[in-house]
């Protein structure tokens, strides 16, 4: 059963400037190798920024699209992250799993930070994704999402297996909240069986809010697996391994009853 080795890249973004946030991946990433996921920051190549009007791009013409396939296809390695898209007249924070040959599945944030004013100018997604990839079913998740345990629920499902055994949240998560952050990560792990993996940023974005990014990865069980160090840019491995997680599974079958 083949672990799923995992990348984080905890960086400082640039408000706005997609060809300066490009490079500074560019840089980032030239040390990575030999890794089967990536994960980015939200809205990687412009920040969390309410300014979807210039910045919003087509699926059709895309420069986070062409960037994420030629690096993914370049690192042998998928990447999730989330970036601003337009279709349909509408505007949305988008979520784009990047799979290795280029293909990809995408996932709409169905919780809008209103406190920023995220759904005046964006329009909410209505489903989950769960992606399959090397064995693993990996649901997606983007930063405000984490709040709200009903939309990430794991259950039983027809072929007696979890319907998922991975939930990864990128983020803009201000320093203020980081303790909810390390908290709320920590519960959704606990309460549904599985690996978080929680990606954010650090910096100051263009609102002077300041990131520190706490990103981390939890067990099935609770357990911090990877510290990564506060404010400062780290590029962190870590693999996660099945064998370990059907074994918590199989001795504390809660999800079982999730639907008794």
């Not at 412009?46 to 791009?57: C, D, I, Q, V």
Request: glycine letters at 4%; one cysteine or more.
């Amino acid at each position: 059963m083949q672990d799923l080795k995992v990348t984080l890249i905890q960086c400082k973004q640039f408000w706005e400037d997609k060809t300066a946030n490009l490079a500074h991946f560019d840089s980032l990433l030239e040390s990575v190798s030999n890794t089967d996921l990536i994960l980015l920051p939200e809205m990687f190549h412009t920040g969390f920024s309410m300014n979807p009007y210039s910045l919003a791009e087509s699926m059709d013409n895309s420069m986070a699209i062409n960037w994420l396939v030629k690096t993914a296809k370049e690192k042998n390695s998928a990447i999730y992250t989330s970036f601003i898209a337009k279709e349909n007249d509408c505007f949305y924070n988008r979520g784009i799993f990047i799979f290795p040959d280029g293909n990809f599945e995408i996932y709409d944030k169905r919780k809008l930070f209103s406190l920023a004013g995220e759904h005046e100018v964006f329009t909410a997604g209505t489903k989950e994704t769960i992606v399959e990839y090397l064995g693993w079913k990996i649901q997606l998740q983007i930063c405000y999402d984490l709040r709200f345990p009903e939309i990430a629920r794991n259950r039983w499902v027809s072929n007696e297996n979890p319907a998922y055994d991975v939930l990864l949240y990128v983020a803009n998560w201000p320093e203020k909240r980081a303790l909810h952050w390390k908290t709320l990560l920590a519960a959704r792990a606990i309460e549904n069986q599985c690996f978080v993996v929680g990606l954010n940023r650090i910096g100051q974005d263009g609102k002077a809010l300041n990131y520190i990014g706490n990103s981390t990865v939890i067990d099935a069980l609770g357990n911090q697996l990877v510290t990564i160090q506060d404010a400062q840019e780290s590029i962190e491995n870590i693999e996660l391994n099945k064998e370990k997680l059907n074994e918590v599974r199989n001795q504390l079958s809660f999800i079982k009853d999730v639907s008794c």
